[in-house]
Antibody, heavy 122, light 108 residues
Framework: QVQLVESGGGVVQPGGSLRLSCAAS????????MHWVRQAPGKGLEWVAV????????FYGDSVKGRFTISRDSSKDTLNLQMNSLRTEDTAVYYC???????????????WGQGTMVTVSS | EIVLTQSPATLSLSPGERATLSCRAS??????LAWYQQKPGQSPRLLIY???NRATGIPARFSGSGSGTDFTLTISSLEPEDFAVYYC???????????FGPGTKVDV
């Protein structure tokens, strides 16, 4: 069965950096686009970034562009999110999510991890 | 950026009643729309993709309709486990950018 397990969350000061990872299993990781989505405490969902199945196409939400970097290691079935210049408004649960269809830029995310909490605070 | 608006913000209903949730896009998204359910402390779950297709394992009481700018999620007869927050989500054509609506809470 599909499993996505995030790690790397924690508490960091404003301006600091953090690297999140998502370990994928139960599907052919290299065939699917992958996403990061976040949810601030008590708030709605916010899409963060997408990386295509082969890593050639990468796009970001406006609020993280220039600060966050999404990457993937298909030899290890792992998705990463490098977060730099963190702000208090980046405090959220960060989910990795799998695109529903192979190879193309799927509209929907059919599997989600359990999330990892990132707190940006002094 | 395409903005999604969901209404109502809260829908107060009883088990067995019909729920009708609306999602409106600021410009046409064709059929590039999905619906998710999220319960407290849980990750979101995909219900509907491409506006009207039920995801694997989703009960038939959930249905989606619409295209362009106006979409609807209907729960034909609410079960106790359906009380949750529902989000719509779209993907723009190119570049593929994604946005979520603010959510509709369905409560008792």
């Amino acid at each position: 069965q599909v499993q996505l397990v995030e790690s790397g969350g924690g508490v960091v000061q404003p301006g600091g950096s953090l690297r999140l990872s998502c370990a994928a299993s139960g599907f052919t990781f290299r065939s699917y686009g992958m996403h990061w989505v976040r949810q601030a405490p008590g708030k709605g969902l916010e899409w963060v970034a997408v990386i295509s199945y082969d890593g050639t196409n990468i796009f970001y939400g406006d609020s993280v562009k220039g600060r966050f970097t999404i990457s993937r290691d298909s030899s290890k079935d792992t998705l990463n999110l490098q977060m730099n210049s963190l702000r208090t408004e980046d405090t959220a649960v960060y989910y990795c999510a799998k695109g529903r269809t192979q190879y193309d830029s799927a509209v929907a995310f059919d599997f989600w991890g359990q999330g990892t909490m990132v707190t940006v605070s002094s | 950026e395409i903005v999604l608006t969901q209404s109502p913000a809260t829908l107060s209903l009883s088990p067995g009643e019909r729920a009708t949730l609306s999602c409106r896009a600021s410009q046409s998204v064709g059929s590039y729309l999905a619906w998710y359910q999220q319960k407290p402390g849980q990750s979101p779950r995909l219900l509907i993709y491409d506006a009207s297709n039920r995801a694997t394992g989703i009960p038939a009481r959930f249905s989606g309709s619409g295209s362009g700018t106006d979409f609807t999620l209907t729960i034909s007869s609410l079960e106790p486990e359906d009380f949750a927050v529902y989000y719509c989500q779209q993907r723009s054509d190119w570049p593929p950018l994604f946005t979520f609506g603010p959510g509709t809470k369905v409560d008792v």
